[in-house]
C-alpha cells in the first residue's frame, strides 16, 4: 500500500540558515511526488512536482527538492530560509497510473526565528 | 481569478444533523477532490469527481455523499453529523490526474 513518512513532526531553524524536510514514501511502481506547503488558516499550496526526468526538481520560493529512488526518499531542501517560510510542509505520492488519489504525510511543522 | 471558493468557513453541528459543504472552481478543472484533515494528520481523500455526472469514492467515504451535476461544483454532503465528523474540510481541483492541485481554504465543522 501506498505510504508517505514525513518523521518530522517540528523543526526550528534560524532565519538564513539552510533547511532539509525529510520525506520517505512507499510506492510499488513509479509515483508522482509532491511537496505542498500549507499557511495557517489556508489551503495547501504546490512548492514542487516530480514526475520523471531529472531527479533534482526546484519548485517556487527557492525550494528544490531531490528524488533518490534507492532510499525511497524525495527530501525538500532550501538554502536560506526567510521568516515567510515558517508554515506546515506536506510531502505527497501520487499514482502514475490507476486511481487518482494523493496520499499525504502527517506534515513538518517548520518555525523560523530571527 | 477566484479559483476554488468552499463555503461556510466555520460550521458548528449537532451530532445527527446535516448539512452541504459547498465547492466551486472557475478554471474549467475536470477533476475535483474533497479531503479532510484531522490534526497532526496528512490528508485523507473522501470522495473526488473526474468530470461532471462521475464521482468515486476515495480513502474515507463513509457518512459522506456527494454529486457532480456541473464541472464548477462539487458539494459534499454529510448526512447525520457524528463527532468523528469533526475536522477540516478542503476542496481541490485539477486539470488532470496528476497535475497541481489547486485548494480551497476551507471549512473547519465542529460536531457537538
Known amino acids: 500500500a501506498q505510504s508517505v513518512t514525513q518523521p518530522d513532526i517540528h523543526i526550528t531553524v534560524s532565519e538564513g540558515a539552510s533547511l532539509e524536510l525529510r520525506c520517505n514514501y512507499s510506492?510499488?511502481?513509479?509515483?508522482?511526488l509532491f511537496w505542498y506547503v500549507q499557511s495557517p488558516g489556508q489551503g495547501l499550496q504546490l512548492l514542487l512536482k516530480y514526475f520523471s526526468g531529472d531527479t533534482l526538481v526546484q519548485g517556487i520560493k527557492g525550494f528544490e527538492a531531490e528524488f533518490k529512488r534507492s532510499q525511497s526518499s524525495f527530501n525538500l531542501r532550501k538554502p536560506s530560509v526567510h521568516w515567510s517560510d515558517a508554515a506546515e510542509y506536506f510531502c505527497a505520492v501520487g499514482e502514475a497510473t490507476g486511481a487518482n488519489n494523493l496520499f499525504f504525510g502527517t506534515g513538518t511543522r517548520l518555525t523560523v526565528i530571527p | 481569478n477566484a479559483g476554488v471558493t468552499q463555503t461556510p468557513k466555520f460550521r458548528i453541528l449537532k451530532i445527527g444533523q446535516s448539512m452541504t459543504l459547498q465547492c466551486t472552481q472557475d478554471?474549467?478543472?475536470?477533476?475535483m477532490y474533497w479531503y479532510r484533515q484531522d490534526p497532526g494528520m496528512g490528508l485523507k481523500l473522501i470522495y473526488y469527481?473526474?468530470?461532471?455526472?462521475?464521482?468515486d469514492k476515495g480513502e474515507v467515504p463513509n457518512g459522506y455523499n456527494v454529486s457532480r451535476s456541473t464541472t464548477e461544483d462539487f458539494p459534499l454532503r454529510l448526512e447525520l453529523a457524528a463527532p468523528s465528523q469533526t475536522s477540516v474540510y478542503f476542496c481541490?481541483?485539477?486539470?488532470?490526474?496528476?497535475?497541481?492541485?489547486?485548494f480551497g481554504s476551507g471549512t473547519q465543522l465542529s460536531v457537538l
Open positions: 478554471m474549467n478543472h475536470n477533476y
Open positions: 469527481s473526474v468530470g461532471a455526472g462521475i464521482t
Open positions: 510506492y510499488g511502481a513509479t509515483p508522482y
Open positions: 481541490a481541483s485539477s486539470t488532470t490526474r496528476g497535475e497541481k492541485l489547486f
